[in-house]
């Protein structure tokens, strides 16, 4: 019996270990909040260098928004702008200095916040609003940053065409 104690006890510590969350590296981890960015989230998977960030693409529905807000697990988030009135100004990094057209944020025009289109202009036809914004909460600040203006630039295609 003791036995058979100690092996259920051994395979359950095994099973508990492997579906335990696992750090993810250095990469930054960009979420996308629209409709059109969730259509065309092929495209966005190659501008996204797999080995530098991680993508995931959501449709525009305020809730999954939320819980991402609150679940702290993105370090730029592409926000349609449908929704932007969940995402409160006092919680992002500031984008002063980067090129971007800012936007508006609960109806006052702000730099923590940068249109897609002057962002990623070249890869993405969105024919309405969306905006860029980096989260306080992620400790990823500086790399995020430095993402965003690289994408800005254009500089980083790669020969398959990737970005990072």
């Not at 530098?52 to 807000?69: D, G, M, Q, W």
């Given at each position: 019996?003791?036995?058979?104690?100690?092996?259920?006890?051994?395979?359950?510590?095994?099973?508990?270990a492997?579906?335990?969350?696992?750090?993810?590296?250095?990469?930054?981890?960009?979420?996308?909040?629209?409709?059109?960015?969730?259509?065309?989230?092929?495209?966005?998977?190659e501008?996204?260098?797999?080995?530098?960030?991680?993508?995931?693409?959501?449709?525009?529905?305020?809730?999954?928004?939320?819980?991402?807000?609150?679940?702290?697990?993105?370090?730029?988030?592409?926000?349609d702008?449908?929704?932007?009135?969940?995402?409160?100004?006092?919680?992002?990094?500031?984008?002063?200095?980067?090129?971007?057209?800012?936007?508006?944020?609960?109806?006052?025009?702000?730099?923590?916040?940068?249109?897609?289109?002057s962002?990623?202009?070249?890869?993405?036809?969105?024919?309405?609003?969306?905006?860029?914004?980096?989260?306080?909460?992620?400790?990823?600040?500086?790399?995020?940053?430095?993402?965003?203006?690289?994408?800005?630039?254009?500089?980083?295609?790669?020969?398959?065409?990737?970005?990072?």
């Open positions: 019996m003791n036995r058979r104690f100690v092996c259920f006890a051994a395979i359950v510590l095994i099973v508990l492997g579906c335990g969350k696992q750090a993810d590296d250095d990469r930054l981890h960009v979420m996308a909040f629209s409709d059109v960015l969730y259509q065309q989230q092929d495209q966005l998977h501008l996204v260098n797999e080995a530098e960030a991680r993508l995931t693409v959501f449709p525009s529905v305020l809730e999954r928004l939320v819980v991402e807000l609150a679940g702290h697990e993105a370090d730029i988030l592409l926000v702008g449908s929704l932007t009135e969940a995402i409160d100004p006092e919680g992002l990094v500031s984008l002063e200095g980067m090129d971007g057209v800012p936007v508006q944020l609960k109806g006052e025009e702000t730099t923590v916040a940068v249109s897609v289109d962002v990623l202009a070249t890869s993405f036809a969105l024919d309405h609003e969306a905006v860029l914004v980096l989260p306080v909460y992620s400790d990823k600040q500086a790399k995020a940053k430095k993402q965003v203006e690289k994408w800005q630039e254009g500089e980083q295609r790669g020969v398959n065409g990737n970005v990072g």
